[in-house]
């Protein structure tokens, strides 16, 4: 079935570094999505990419789909200690029937 | 309204007992989900509903029974859960079966003993 290879598995940075994750695939997605998630709640929603080549912001987020659409990366700019948590990329594809397939997550630790 | 409630934030069970989960949302979404996610690991799929009807079972044990009464509500119904079965139940909604962006629940934390 698809995969999706997710990393870094984990990340410790300072407060005010720039942070870059990504996401791969062995086959085509047609949508690309990141997804926040804190200790104890549900994923959020960042940002949803739905063409390839397409550049979006969320504020100091930043996420791009990948021209071969098998791929996307997240970056995060001048982090801060609420960045804190667990981010998820998800695809969605021609196949598992047009159900998101997740990515295993980016753990990002922040030091004030 | 943008929110998926879910109902018992923490839930503890004996391995006889019975009890449910239950995930409400009212932003018109016609598909509701399930996920199980254990801890530092990624959501996984247990079951989809479309339009009210059950599309998606991945293969699910019977002692997790879903129900939808209607298009806002989801319930799971658990009976005879092994403690392997401890974990964080997500519930989310999409506007439709196969739409790409889904809503999550804050998730029922489920400790079974």
């Known amino acids: 079935g698809q995969q999706l290879n997710q990393s870094p598995q984990s990340m410790f940075i300072q407060e005010g570094e720039d942070v870059s994750m990504n996401c791969t695939s062995s086959?085509?997605?047609?949508?690309w999505l990141w997804y926040k998630q804190d200790p104890g709640e549900g994923p959020v929603l960042l940002i949803a990419?739905?063409?390839?080549?397409e550049l979006t912001s969320n504020g100091r987020l930043t996420a791009q789909f990948g021209i071969t659409r098998k791929d996307s990366f997240l970056n995060i700019s001048a982090s801060i200690p609420s960045d804190v948590g667990i981010y998820f990329c998800?695809?969605?594809?021609?196949?598992?029937?047009?159900?998101?397939?997740f990515g295993k997550g980016t753990k990002l630790s922040v030091k004030p | 309204d943008t929110e998926v409630t879910q109902t018992p934030k923490h839930l503890v069970m004996g391995m006889t007992n019975k009890k449910s989960l239950k995930c409400e949302q009212h932003?018109?979404?016609?598909?509701m989900y399930w996920y199980k996610q254990k801890a530092k690991k990624p959501p996984e799929l247990m079951f989809v509903?479309?339009?009210?009807?059950?599309?998606i079972n991945e293969s699910v044990p019977s002692r997790f029974s879903p129900e939808c009464p209607n298009s806002s509500l989801l319930n799971l119904h658990l009976h005879a859960l092994q403690p392997e079965d401890s974990a964080l139940y997500l519930c989310?909604?999409?506007?439709?079966?196969?739409?790409?962006?889904?809503?999550f629940g804050a998730g029922s934390r489920l400790t079974v003993l």
């Open positions: 990419l739905y063409k390839a080549g």
């Open positions: 509903y479309s339009y009210e009807k059950l599309s």
């Open positions: 086959s085509i997605f047609n949508t």
């Open positions: 989310a909604s999409s506007q439709y079966s196969g739409a790409n962006v889904l809503t």
């Open positions: 998800a695809g969605q594809g021609r196949g598992s029937q047009g159900n998101l397939i």
């Open positions: 932003m018109g979404h016609r598909a």
